[in-house]
């Protein structure tokens, strides 16, 4: 039986935690196109998904010359769990209709070298990578080299009510700044100066 998902407000959105999101799919045709073409005797429509290559077909109004026909867009995804990392001032910002998240993947160390599980889990060394280990019930780290920016629509769920520990996200956000080049932020967090109002601790604390 599928599960239904009733999303949740923008107001439960919160960085650091974990949610149950839909991730549209980027590899491949990216969305079909639904075409309503009938109405049936119940109420009910009757829809197909358009699935050619270039436009589709529809019947023209004789006197607007508009179409008829409702087109909707279905953009393939598949649910799984993602880390918000987007602040919590854009988060509940009812205008601001966008969020980042990373996905997080569950790790199969079937067909996995001996030197990429040990650099994962027990040195979490790749920068792309952050191990978090059972945090989902199963091992398993964040994607941070495929950042999603999604509609906040698409997060259906909360994963869990606990935060992630800060610990990871600072080391999540110290791997983002350092796949992006942010040297400034970087260099900052290995800054051994006291700097309790710097800007750019402010700003890496609050990636």
């Given at each position: 039986?599928?599960?239904?998902?009733?999303?949740?407000?923008?107001?439960?959105?919160?960085?650091?935690?974990?949610y149950?999101?839909?991730?549209?799919?980027?590899?491949?045709?990216?969305?079909?196109?639904?075409?309503?073409?009938?109405?049936?005797?119940?109420?009910?429509?009757?829809?197909?998904?358009?699935?050619?290559?270039?436009?589709?077909?529809?019947?023209?109004?004789?006197?607007?010359?508009?179409?008829?026909?409702?087109?909707?867009?279905?953009?393939?995804?598949?649910?799984?769990?993602?880390?918000?990392?987007?602040?919590d001032?854009?988060?509940?910002?009812?205008?601001?209709?966008?969020v980042?998240?990373?996905?997080?993947?569950?790790?199969?160390?079937?067909?996995?070298?001996k030197?990429?599980?040990?650099?994962?889990t027990?040195?979490?060394?790749?920068?792309?990578?952050?191990?978090?280990?059972?945090?989902?019930?199963?091992?398993?780290?964040?994607?941070?080299?495929?950042?999603?920016?999604?509609h906040?629509?698409?997060?259906?769920?909360?994963?869990?009510?606990?935060?992630?520990?800060?610990?990871?996200?600072?080391?999540?956000?110290?791997?983002?700044?350092?796949l992006?080049?942010?040297?400034?932020?970087?260099?900052?967090?290995?800054?051994?100066?006291?700097?309790?109002?710097?800007?750019l601790?402010k700003?890496?604390i609050?990636?």
């Open positions: 039986m599928f599960k239904v998902f009733q999303g949740v407000s923008y107001t439960e959105i919160l960085r650091g935690h974990l149950w999101s839909a991730i549209p799919f980027t590899k491949g045709r990216p969305l079909d196109f639904l075409e309503d073409f009938s109405q049936l005797g119940n109420g009910e429509r009757s829809c197909k998904v358009v699935n050619k290559e270039v436009g589709f077909e529809c019947e023209i109004d004789d006197i607007t010359q508009e179409p008829k026909t409702e087109v909707s867009v279905i953009i393939p995804h598949k649910v799984r769990i993602a880390l918000v990392l987007q602040n001032f854009l988060n509940h910002h009812a205008s601001y209709h966008q980042f998240v990373a996905p997080i993947q569950t790790l199969h160390r079937e067909g996995k070298t030197s990429f599980i040990e650099k994962l027990i040195k979490n060394e790749y920068p792309q990578y952050h191990f978090i280990g059972e945090e989902t019930g199963r091992e398993a780290f964040i994607n941070i080299g495929d950042i999603k920016r999604i906040k629509s698409l997060l259906l769920e909360k994963f869990r009510e606990e935060e992630l520990d800060q610990d990871i996200i600072k080391e999540v956000c110290n791997k983002l700044s350092s992006l080049e942010i040297k400034e932020i970087s260099a900052c967090q290995d800054c051994k100066m006291k700097c309790e109002n710097c800007d601790k700003s890496t609050n990636f």
